[in-house]
């Protein structure tokens, strides 16, 4: 009895080591936002974009990742058209453009105003002199942490200058 009991605590002793041993899988900025409903929308678009793969990738990259509640301030029907395969090249640009390379956190903007490029090729502006904004859209949860980089929740949809309007 004392030789099993012996076994039984050596064994439950051992687990938490041999658990440690096993790395966890890498959550991607694009694992993260999935994990999250709030991103289902901009996930979506992400994927129908062909963009999971370079966000799956090394980066590091800043994501400024719209909630599904700033998808509900845009019209229904402008939604959809981005998601129109026959319209990928709006929804990649679309895509691109909230996305910064390199790893940005809000610390590293706090008291500055700053232009940056995204990955689309054209520039936004952060403005961190209080709170953050980004091209005026306010950035509703900050730091959000993925292996390859971090995301920013922001409050409505970043629109590239040549589609502001014209939807």
Sequence with gaps: MHSI?????AAALALPFALAAVPAKAA?????????????????MIRAAGMEETLNGKGPFTLFAPS?????????????LFL?????????????YHIVPGKVMSSDLSGKKTDTKTVEGTMMMIDAM??????????AKAD???????????????????YRGSF
């Design 5 to 9: 009991r012996s076994k039984i605590l």
């Design 28 to 44: 991607s900025i694009v694992d993260t936002a999935a994990a999250d409903p709030q991103f289902s929308i901009f996930v979506k």
């Design 68 to 80: 599904d509640a700033a998808f509900a301030k845009w019209p229904k029907k402008e939604v959809d």
């Design 84 to 96: 129109n395969p026959a319209k990928k090249e709006h929804l990649v640009r679309l895509v691109k």
């Design 130 to 139: 209080s709170g953050v904004m980004v091209n005026g859209t306010k950035v």
């Design 144 to 162: 959000i942490i993925a292996d390859n980089g971090v995301i920013h929740m922001i409050d409505k949809p970043l629109r590239p200058e040549v």
